[in-house]
């Protein structure tokens, strides 16, 4: 193997864990999957309360984010997906502990699995590579949280489009260009790694 296959488009990072069979192919993306919804629920509870709004700062779009880029569409959607069908289902591991379905909050999460499965997708094409790329990649993640998160919070605080907006995206945008940094360093590095 040339020592550009691993950084060749196609693969995300998780490809690049060894599985010998199928079956073992299909333990370790359960495992992956598993332990994407875990890492999303623990950064979850990194949370900072912000005056005036319901949502919070959290991890946990960072981690979704990641979890996507690493784990590519299927397996990161797949693993946001779980992280949100347990949290609905009552496991505390939404931001703060909170969990359960009436949480106004709950359009972020759900906009988490849209987003991971498109920064998965675009990681797949190579959109995790350089620096530049990565941070394109993931402020498109964070929109698509947003374009689920912000009307479902219209919808559910009875709030109008301009509320929802000053309370759920304003205060966050200087957050999420810090965890577009954090991102832009972390996975071209991972690829060079990988060399």
């Known amino acids: 193997m040339s020592t550009a296959a691993p950084t060749a488009p196609g693969l995300v990072l998780a490809d690049l864990l060894p599985a010998s069979t199928a079956a073992r192919a299909r333990l370790r993306d359960a495992a992956l999957v598993a332990g994407g919804a875990v890492l999303t629920g623990l950064a979850a509870?990194?949370?900072?309360?912000?005056?005036?709004s319901p949502v919070p700062v959290?991890?946990?779009?960072?981690a979704a984010l990641l979890?996507?880029?690493?784990?590519?569409?299927?397996?990161g959607a797949a693993s946001l997906a779980l992280y949100a069908l347990a949290g609905m289902a009552g496991l505390p591991w939404f931001a703060g502990?909170?969990?359960?379905w009436s949480m106004p909050t709950l359009g972020y999460v759900l906009g988490m699995v849209l987003a991971s499965a498109v920064v998965g997708a675009l990681a797949r094409r190579g959109g995790d590579r350089t620096v530049l790329r990565t941070a394109g990649v993931m402020?498109?993640?964070?929109?698509?949280?947003?374009?689920?998160?912000?009307?479902?919070?219209?919808?559910?605080a009875h709030l109008s489009a301009g509320q929802a907006v000053r309370l759920g995206l304003r205060p966050y945008l200087l957050g999420d260009a810090l965890k577009a940094a954090l991102a832009m360093g972390a996975l071209p590095t991972a690829w060079r790694l990988t060399r």
């Open 45 to 52: 509870q990194l949370s900072v309360p912000v005056p005036h």
């Open 58 to 62: 959290t991890g946990q779009t960072f």
């Open 67 to 75: 979890v996507g880029a690493a784990l590519g569409a299927r397996r």
């Open 97 to 100: 502990g909170a969990s359960g």
């Open 139 to 156: 402020l498109l993640g964070s929109a698509l949280v947003y374009a689920v998160g912000v009307p479902y919070l219209a919808h559910a």
